[in-house]
């Protein structure tokens, strides 16, 4: 069965850091590209970063450029996702996805993913 179960989220302070993790079962995380997306309440969901497929080629949204690194740890087959200098504005529940097709390229457009995690909670208090 593909899973990705996403980790890590929590409760912490402006300005602090968390670390997201994503774990697949079912499917190579390497051979496929993983993203990573936030909703917050009442907004669409939006793309935070991705990592492509092999290569690694990375990208992120731009609300996130600077503070946050995706990452990938084969022999886990896990991706993580770095969050620093956090804002209440970065308030959401995570979701990490998967792409069927592979690319040594990556977009964190949503409609592109075709499996999801349940997502975890990020709230960052001001």
């Known amino acids: 069965q593909v899973q990705l179960v996403e980790s890590g989220g929590g409760l912490v302070q402006a300005g602090g850091s968390l670390r997201l993790s994503c774990a697949a079962s079912?499917?190579?995380?390497?051979?496929?590209?993983i993203g990573w997306f936030r909703q917050a309440p009442g907004k669409e969901r939006e793309g935070v970063s991705c990592i492509s497929s092999y290569v690694g080629s990375v990208d992120y949204g731009d609300s996130v450029k600077g503070r946050f690194t995706i990452s990938r740890d084969n022999a886990k087959n896990t991706v993580y996702l770095q969050m620093n200098t956090l804002e209440p504005e970065d308030t959401a529940i995570y979701y990490c996805a998967a792409k069927s097709a592979p690319s040594k390229e990556c977009t964190v457009q949503p409609r592109e993913y075709d499996v999801w995690g349940q997502g975890t909670q990020v709230t960052v208090q001001g």
């Open positions: 079912g499917f190579t995380l390497d051979r496929h590209v």
